[in-house]
């Protein structure tokens, strides 16, 4: 199955005020089958407003560094490519769908039903009732490296929050293979087009041929009436 990990910054909580907020960035994680496969998207998006303080205190995105940047009808075909049919995996879901129904409904394209989202918010609410379900707040519960975290960021929220989702769902947690060194960066091609399959050639065996003598005559000792003397 595959499902994106999304995260949105904006400009303010509401894009219905007056005058309207929009998404300045949009960044997302693939997961197959819970598993990251490498493939990200990040864009930054202007969005022909002014930037209030408070969002910039949250964000560090600024009016300067996002005036040459595309507007959202500009990378909304793109964005709607690289999502597909997949099952969105969102932090505070309600919030980013909000947003990004209402940026879609303005450039002309159909919204996204609510449904596709799961909302992982709900989902630590359910299973630590009464307990924070900040994104920071699940980090230190599940001991996830949130360090690079001094400002929220939409891809890097999104690579925290696909570890978050897989510790909340018991699903694998393998190595992101986004990064080098100590940063999360994305991954050469090779990692990029990564997909979990089969071993191609299965292990070798571990047992060596002492143990596999001495549990022969282990066995041996237990008479004709022992399980593994048994033909299956």
């Known amino acids: 199955m595959r499902e994106i990990v999304l995260d949105t910054e904006t400009t303010g909580l509401d894009p219905f005020d007056t005058p309207a907020h929009r998404i300045v960035e949009i960044g997302a994680v693939e997961l197959w089958n819970q598993v990251p496969t490498g493939k990200t998207y990040h864009q930054y998006i202007n969005p022909e407003r002014n930037m209030p303080a408070e969002a910039f205190a949250v964000h560090g995105i600024g009016e300067e560094f996002l005036a ?8 909304a075909q793109a964005f709607l490519e690289f999502l597909g049919d997949a099952r969105m995996v969102i932090h505070n879901a309600s919030f980013d769908m909000r947003f990004l129904n209402a940026e879609l409904e303005w450039a002309g394209y159909p ?43 939409a891809l890097l929220d999104s690579e925290i929050l696909a570890d978050v989702y897989l510790e909340l769902t018991g699903g694998r947690q393998p190595d992101f ?25 299965p292990l070798p065996s571990r047992v060596t041929e002492e143990e596999r003598a001495a549990h022969a005559a282990f066995v041996a000792e237990l008479g004709n009436g022992a399980l593994w003397s048994k033909q299956g």
């Open 111 to 153: 919204t996204l039903p609510d449904t596709r989202a799961l909302d992982t918010l709900m989902i630590a609410r359910r299973k630590f009732p009464g307990s924070p379900a900040s994104l920071d707040a699940l980090c230190r519960r599940f001991g996830i490296d949130n360090s690079n975290r001094t400002l929220h960021g």
């Open 68 to 75: 040459d940047k595309p507007r959202f009808a500009q990378v």
């Open 177 to 201: 293979a986004l990064s080098t060194g100590g940063g999360r960066n994305r991954a050469d091609t090779a990692a990029t087009e990564w997909r979990p399959r089969p071993r191609p050639t």
